[in-house]
């Protein structure tokens, strides 16, 4: 019977929230991911911007006049009128941009364009990050309400005893109000456990973009395997090429472009002018060119502008890689330090605690300890487990952060989730 009814509880989660893999859950943020949609859509209006401004900058202007006259002929005191003759006159003026405006328009769109595909390559580093704590989050805050439950279970029983006692005249007043109130904190303690389970079940609806009532469930491992830190230099050496400091050199780039284009906007166009006349019936053809001069106005505020702008782009750029160097520092130490108590309670504390447990049943089941004392011998080990989460907490975070800092963390995903989606 008990059979049964595991099986059709664990069909009617198959069927109301399916299943992914970490794998399943990235392709599905991938995809659905609202930041990822919006950068992607970004890229693509800054290729086609690009792709616009293939085309030459000017238009010629062709414009056109006529009209008739008739020449007045004196003949002795008489005027004398000759036919009207047709009067037309046609010009066509060309701008050209001689200040290399034009390449260098095309210039600064390329590098907008490589702005826009670089900040969709850090929002998918950052989202893979953010999406693995999620999930690892979620694992852990769960195990870490049953624990809690636990607990509380503990001291509920612990104060029933106390009561117990109590009526037998064997406790005292205190010790009830104690027990009592230790079973209240060990409730508080578990809707506090529950409140961060739910809010990291919130982030990762956020994260891979579901909004359909029915959460999936991700099969994971309560944490990710902890190799031994890797040395400090080898990931310095990928620091230049994180994809914060890539945008930010590219933002200097592009901040070059735009001064470039500025002073080319200095120098003013060169206009074309051909110009042809038909009066009199006579034809004329004429032609020149014409260009300002650039004595006084040179496009100086812009210029002086996006110069000061590229000092403030070099200042941040040496600001992004200190703050790199520095979160990278701090967690590689923090995760050194974790991993050895990650070990320390797998190795020692843990088992020893177990073992501890294993020798008290023994006792009571043989009448030689009494309820309180198992109980105690339970609690001491579900505290030294809920001591090992934390671990595992710190742990998975700066084991995550060195990958992130090391941009160790796929970007693409191999294969996109089969079925349905939100």
Same mark, same amino acid.
């Given at each position: 019977?008990?059979?049964?009814?595991?099986?059709?509880?664990?069909?009617?989660?198959?069927?109301?929230?399916?299943?992914?893999?970490?794998?399943?859950?990235?392709?599905?943020?991938?995809?659905?991911?609202?930041?990822?949609?919006?950068?992607?859509?970004?890229?693509?209006?800054?290729?086609?911007?690009?792709?616009?401004?293939?085309?030459?900058?000017?238009?010629?202007?062709?414009?056109?006049?006529?009209?008739?006259?008739?020449?007045?002929?004196?003949?002795?005191?008489?005027?004398?009128?000759?036919?009207?003759?047709?009067?037309?006159?046609?010009?066509?003026?060309?701008?050209?941009?001689?200040?290399?405006?034009?390449?260098?328009?095309?210039?600064?769109?390329?590098?907008?364009?490589?702005?826009?595909?670089?900040?969709?390559?850090?929002?998918?580093?950052?989202?893979?990050?953010?999406?693995?704590?999620?999930?690892?989050?979620?694992?852990?805050?769960?195990?870490?309400?049953?624990?809690?439950?636990?607990?509380?279970?503990?001291?509920?029983?612990?104060?029933?005893?106390?009561?117990?006692?109590?009526?037998?005249?064997?406790?005292?007043?205190?010790?009830?109000?104690?027990?009592?109130?230790?079973?209240?904190?060990?409730?508080?303690?578990?809707?506090?456990?529950?409140?961060?389970?739910?809010?990291?079940?919130?982030?990762?609806?956020?994260?891979?973009?579901?909004?359909?009532?029915?959460?999936?469930?991700?099969?994971?491992?309560?944490?990710?395997?902890?190799?031994?830190?890797? +040395?400090?230099?080898? @990931? *310095?050496?990928?620091? !230049?090429?994180?994809?914060?400091? %890539?945008? =930010?050199? &590219?933002? #200097? $780039?592009?901040?070059?472009?735009?001064?470039?284009?500025?002073?080319?906007?200095?120098?003013?166009?060169?206009?074309?002018?051909?110009?042809?006349?038909?009066?009199?019936?006579?034809?004329? +053809?004429?032609?020149? @060119? *014409?260009?300002?001069? !650039?004595?006084?106005?040179?496009? %100086?505020? =812009?210029? &002086?502008? #996006? $110069?000061?702008?590229?000092?403030?782009?070099?200042?941040?750029?040496?600001?992004?890689?200190?703050?790199?160097?520095?979160?990278?520092?701090?967690?590689?130490?923090?995760?050194?330090?974790?991993?050895?108590?990650?070990?320390?309670?797998?190795?020692?504390?843990?088992?020893?605690? %177990?073992?501890?447990?294993?020798?008290?049943?023994?006792?009571?089941?043989?009448?030689?300890?009494?309820?309180?004392?198992?109980?105690?011998?339970?609690?001491?080990?579900?505290?030294?487990?809920?001591?090992?989460?934390?671990?595992?907490?710190?742990?998975?975070?700066?084991?995550?952060?060195?990958?992130?800092?090391?941009? %160790?963390?796929?970007?693409?995903?191999?294969?996109?989730?089969?079925?349905?989606?939100?």
């Amino acid at each position: 019977m008990l059979f049964v009814w595991l099986f059709s509880a664990a069909l009617v989660r198959a069927e109301g929230s399916p299943s992914l893999t970490p794998q399943q859950a990235w392709s599905f943020a991938y995809k659905h991911n609202p930041t990822l949609r919006q950068l992607r859509a970004q890229s693509l209006v800054a290729q086609a911007r690009q792709q616009g401004l293939t085309a030459f900058p000017t238009n010629p202007t062709l414009t056109f006049e006529g009209g008739a006259q008739a020449q007045t002929l004196q003949q002795g005191s008489t005027p004398n009128t000759a036919p009207w003759q047709p009067d037309i006159e046609t010009a066509l003026r060309w701008d050209m941009p001689i200040g290399g405006r034009w390449s260098r328009n095309q210039q600064a769109a390329k590098i907008a364009f490589e702005i826009t595909r670089l900040r969709l390559q850090q929002a998918k580093l950052a989202i893979h990050r953010d999406l693995l704590l999620a999930l690892y989050t979620t694992r852990q805050t769960s195990r870490e309400v049953e624990i809690y439950r636990s607990l509380a279970d503990f001291h509920q029983r612990i104060a029933q005893l106390t009561l117990q006692r109590k009526a037998l005249g064997d406790g005292t007043r205190l010790e009830q109000q104690m027990a009592l109130l230790e079973a209240l904190q060990a409730q508080q303690q578990v809707l506090q456990s529950d409140s961060r389970r739910l809010q990291a079940i919130q982030q990762l609806r956020l994260l891979l973009g579901w909004y359909t009532p029915t959460f999936p469930h991700v099969d994971i491992p309560i944490a990710p395997q902890f190799p031994p830190p890797p +040395l400090l230099a080898s @990931i *310095e050496q990928k620091i !230049p090429h994180h994809p914060n400091l %890539q945008l =930010a050199h &590219a933002h #200097l $780039r592009h901040t070059q472009a735009e001064l470039a284009l500025a002073e080319s906007l200095a120098i003013p166009d060169l206009t074309l002018v051909m110009l042809y006349a038909y009066s009199m019936g006579a034809h004329v +053809l004429r032609g020149g @060119i *014409e260009i300002a001069l !650039p004595l006084w106005w040179r496009n %100086q505020p =812009a210029v &002086a502008s #996006l $110069r000061a702008q590229i000092l403030q782009r070099r200042v941040e750029i040496e600001q992004i890689r200190l703050r790199l160097l520095a979160r990278l520092h701090t967690a590689h130490q923090r995760y050194t330090l974790a991993r050895r108590v990650v070990l320390a309670f797998q190795s020692q504390i843990l088992p020893q605690l %177990q073992k501890q447990l294993d020798l008290i049943e023994q006792g009571y089941r043989a009448g030689q300890i009494d309820l309180i004392r198992l109980l105690t011998a339970r609690q001491s080990l579900e505290k030294g487990q809920l001591g090992y989460l934390q671990a595992l907490e710190q742990a998975t975070q700066t084991h995550i952060e060195l990958r992130w800092l090391g941009a %160790q963390i796929p970007i693409h995903p191999n294969h996109s989730v089969k079925g349905s989606t939100p």
